[in-house]
C-alpha cells in the first residue's frame, strides 16, 4: 500500500528555517519523481520542487521561482524519504505542505504539514 507521511512543519520566525520530512511506503521514492507542493490559505495548491527518478533524469531537480536559491529537495534512498530543506523563509512561504508522486498512474497524497513563518 503506497503512503506518504509528512512531518517537520511548524511555526518559526522570517528568516529561519526548517526541514520537511516526507516518509513513503509501499514504493521506492528513488524509482519515481518525487515532488513538493503547497496551499496556502485563499490560494490554489502550487509546486514547489521536484527531484526526478534516478532513471528518467539522474535526480535532476526543479523550484518555483518563488523559492529558487532558499529551498532545496533531496532524497534519502537508504531512508526512503524525501526531504525539503527551507531556508531564508519569508512570511509569504506560509502554508500547509504536501508530498505527492505519481505511481503506476495513481496520484498520491500526503496529508500534509503546516508551516507558518511569523514574528
Known amino acids: 500500500q503506497v503512503q506518504l507521511v509528512e512531518s517537520g512543519g511548524g511555526l518559526v520566525q522570517p528568516g529561519g528555517s526548517l526541514r520537511l520530512s516526507c516518509a513513503a511506503s509501499g514504493f521506492t521514492v528513488s524509482t519515481y519523481t518525487m515532488n513538493w507542493y503547497r496551499q496556502a490559505p485563499g490560494k490554489e495548491r502550487e509546486l514547489v520542487a521536484t527531484i526526478t527518478s534516478i532513471a528518467s533524469d539522474g535526480g535532476s531537480t526543479n523550484y518555483a521561482e518563488s523559492v529558487k536559491g532558499r529551498f532545496t529537495i533531496s532524497r534519502d534512498n537508504a531512508k526512503n524519504t524525501v526531504y525539503l530543506q527551507m531556508n531564508s523563509l519569508k512570511p509569504e512561504d506560509t502554508a500547509v505542505y504536501y508530498c505527492?508522486?505519481?505511481?503506476?498512474?495513481?496520484?498520491?497524497w500526503g496529508q500534509g504539514t503546516q508551516v507558518t513563518v511569523s514574528s
Open positions: 505527492y508522486s505519481k505511481i503506476w498512474g495513481t496520484k498520491y
